[in-house]
């Protein structure tokens, strides 16, 4: 039974983050891409707030607050602000599809770490590589920018980076105070990056009841109450067996596109597609044996946490 509801759990969590690229995609069209960063990140910390308080937070040392600081950076000054931004310019389908290459992109960062990657996980990163490629380079679908894309692929790389510095950098820290930490040192670099496309109160008064609902499932939903079904998805299945329900993020993520959204993949991109997913089961196939996949989980230990490589 528990492993069904861990199946659901994991099931769960990729449906959330594919829905919420057609989500932002509402709410981009009325709130500027870095602001949209800054108040998801904000409703999040809120979230975490009791049962960061409940984990203590503050026993941390100014060393590790030095990397906590850099995780948040990464994690979620960039590679939020650069999914928000290649959203706003491209499309969900798109998206959610660039973004899920995060898998294949850490074998890359391990090898420029000194880690020997292995062959499988050199095949994925091609993969991945070459369905962006197909998806940037050749045939990004008429109206959308390639600007767009380009930064979609920053957003995953930035979150590969993210995943990899995770596993060393935040080690021995508890998930909670981690991701607690990260996200308030990623929302506090973001502001001034948001400053200058702030909405004034008198616009933000005149936002409808659907667009907040919007930015809080954004900040609640797709990233607190996800994450926390992705963790306990994770700390009852393999690695190997829970990293394949990541593949559900893309393929919910396009199928919304383009039932809500009349969005149209072309066949070129369609296939590149189909090239990135796979780059990604086959990194998370190859990763789940050394762990490298984990969320940011530990099964709520403290002994560490393995920073997640789906792209939220």
């Not at 069904?4 to 989500?23: D, E, H, N, Q, T």
């Not at 670099?189 to 008198?202: K, N």
């Not at 079904?229 to 919910?252: C, E, K, R, T």
């Not at 090239?275 to 089961?281: D, N, T």
């Amino acid at each position: 039974m528990r492993r069904w509801l861990a199946m659901g759990a994991l099931a769960s969590a990729a449906g959330l983050w594919g829905l919420m690229y057609v989500v932002s995609r509402y709410a981009l069209a009325s709130v500027p891409a870095l602001p949209l960063v800054v108040m998801r990140i904000v409703i999040s910390l809120a979230v975490l707030a009791p049962f960061a308080i409940r984990a203590r937070f503050w026993r941390v040392t100014r060393g590790q607050l030095g990397r906590l600081a850099l995780i948040g950076l990464v994690g979620y000054t960039a590679s939020l602000s650069l999914q928000f931004i290649g959203t706003a310019l491209t499309s969900a389908s798109l998206g959610s599809l660039i973004t899920s290459a995060s898998p294949a992109l850490v074998a890359l960062f391990a090898a420029v770490g000194g880690e020997r990657p292995q062959r499988q996980a050199l095949v994925a990163l091609g993969l991945a590589l070459a369905g962006v490629a197909l998806i940037v380079g050749v045939d990004v679908p008429a109206g959308l920018s390639p600007l767009g894309a380009l930064a979609l692929l920053g957003a995953a790389a930035t979150w590969a980076l993210y995943t990899t510095l995770g596993r060393t950098l935040a080690r021995g820290i508890p998930l909670v105070t981690a991701l607690f930490w990260g996200l308030l040192f990623g929302g506090l670099a973001a502001v001034p990056l948001a400053a200058p496309q702030w909405p004034g109160l008198a616009v933000m008064r005149h936002y409808s009841l659907t667009l907040w609902l919007e930015i809080l499932y954004l900040g609640a939903i797709a990233m607190a109450l996800a994450f926390w079904l992705w963790n306990y998805g994770f700390s009852h299945l393999p690695a190997d067996v829970g990293a394949v329900f990541g593949l559900a993020q893309p393929l919910v993520g396009v199928a919304l596109g383009v039932a809500l959204l009349h969005e149209r993949l072309t066949p070129l991109a369609a296939l590149g597609g189909v090239a990135i997913v796979a780059g990604a089961a086959l990194a998370g196939l190859s990763g789940g044996e050394r762990g490298v996949n984990m969320p940011p989980s530990g099964g709520g230990q403290d002994e560490g946490i393995a920073l997640d490589v789906v792209q939220k």
